[in-house]
């Protein structure tokens, strides 16, 4: 089993900055992919931004050039920075990863869920 554990929404001002966090605990052998996506209230849940084991990253365009996703293997630990905070970000954000277990199953996984609300 695997259990996610996301922290650092919150409420902030249009223009500020929040830092996520997603941490993976349980049976890992490696972790594949990690990722962030966002559901606003009667919206599609959407991609934000993943990283693949060997670092490379994609974003959407909404968010590029302010946001930045980042991981920390030892720690299994997927962080999303984020910047230039705008209303539109106002949403739910979902950790989402994809990791190979001991016994070579491999698996998507999603947290549950950490609200960011920017107001103006």
């Known amino acids: 089993q695997v259990q996610l554990v996301e922290s650092g929404g919150g409420l902030v001002q249009a223009g500020g900055s929040l830092r996520l966090s997603c941490a993976a605990s349980?049976?890992?052998?490696?972790?594949?992919?990690m990722g962030w996506y966002r559901q606003a209230p009667g919206k599609q849940r959407e991609l934000v931004a993943t990283i693949t084991s060997g670092g490379v990253t994609i974003y959407a365009d909404s968010v590029k050039g302010r946001f930045s996703i980042s991981r920390d293997d030892a720690k299994n630990t997927v962080y999303l920075q984020m910047n230039s905070l705008k209303i539109e970000d106002t949403a739910t954000y979902y950790c989402?990863?994809?990791?190979?277990?001991?016994?070579?199953?491999?698996?998507?996984?999603w947290g549950q869920g950490t609200q960011v609300t920017v107001s103006s």
């Open positions: 349980g049976n890992i052998l490696r972790i594949n992919y």
């Open positions: 989402n990863t994809r990791i190979t277990s001991s016994r070579l199953n491999t698996s998507d996984y």
